[in-house]
């Protein structure tokens, strides 16, 4: 199993970044896709990024499009996110995920990603 630790969140004043990170271990492969979602107060859990065992292939929430980039650095075993022009309705707990399954491509369905981090609060002020 593999285990994910996210870290970089905290406060920003809308239109500011932040720069998320995932630390993962536990596996000696690299080969699974990783994933970003996030939850705010009240909703249910919603795809933001994900990103190909590789990663050169990248999906991203139409919400995000634009203004969030998803990348990863295998020799690092680390997913980041980068969020620019952050808006108030991008306040959540964000969480990265791993994918297992054999596509090696990341899907938008919570349900079919196999280990989480603990989540990382992100909060942009108006």
């Known amino acids: 199993q593999v285990q994910l630790v996210e870290s970089g969140g905290g406060l920003v004043q809308a239109g500011g970044s932040l720069a998320l990170s995932c630390a993962a271990s536990?596996?000696?492969?690299?080969?699974?896709?990783m994933g970003w979602f996030r939850q705010a107060p009240g909703k249910e859990r919603e795809f933001v990024a994900g990103?190909?065992?590789?990663?050169?292939?990248?999906d991203y929430a139409d919400s995000v499009k634009g203004r969030f980039t998803i990348s990863r650095d295998n020799n690092k075993n680390t997913l980041y996110l980068q969020m620019n022009n952050l808006k108030p309705e991008d306040t959540a707990v964000y969480y990265c995920?791993?994918?297992?399954?054999?596509?090696?491509?990341?899907?938008?369905?919570?349900?079919?990603?196999?280990?989480w981090g603990q989540g990382t609060q992100v909060t942009v002020s108006s």
């Open positions: 995920a791993a994918d297992f399954g054999k596509t090696g491509y990341p899907s938008q369905e919570p349900t079919e990603y196999d280990a």
């Open positions: 536990g596996r000696a492969s690299s080969r699974y896709a």
């Open positions: 990103i190909s065992w590789r990663g050169g292939w990248t």
